[in-house]
């Protein structure tokens, strides 16, 4: 499996930016298919964005579509970068990994980050 490790979080004001990160472990991190879910207190985890091995597919919650963009990198990297923040969005964001297929369930993915924290104020 791949060790992920997310940074980035923080506090933020209402429509302010953030950029996530998520550094990944192993020599075959092309070969999984990533995403971005989130937990806010009390609430059920939920999915926020998912690239394709190739990046050539992106997914994202209607929540944030137009305002969050997923992106990965060849050195084991990948980004979530949040942009007009809502107080709403206040939670822990973590960082999945799947082998193959291609639905964005979180019990399909099997390698998690720790997650970080990001909290945006009104």
């Known amino acids: 499996q791949v060790q992920l490790k997310e940074s980035g979080g923080g506090l933020v004001q209402a429509g302010g930016s953030l950029r996530l990160s998520c550094a990944a472990s192993?020599?075959?991190?092309?070969?999984?298919?990533m995403a971005w879910f989130r937990q806010a207190p009390g609430k059920e985890r939920e999915f926020v964005g998912g690239?394709?091995?190739?990046?050539?597919?992106k997914y994202y919650a209607d929540s944030v579509k137009g305002r969050f963009l997923i992106s990965r990198d060849n050195a084991n990297n990948v980004y979530l970068q949040m942009n007009s923040l809502k107080p709403e969005a206040t939670a822990v964001y973590y960082c999945?990994?799947?082998?193959?297929?291609?639905?964005?369930?979180?019990?399909?993915?099997?390698?998690w980050g720790q997650g970080t924290q990001v909290t945006v104020s009104s």
């Open positions: 999945a990994a799947r082998f193959c297929g291609t639905t964005m369930d979180a019990q399909d993915f099997g390698s």
């Open positions: 192993g020599r075959t991190f092309s070969t999984y298919v």
């Open positions: 690239i394709s091995r190739n990046s050539d597919y």
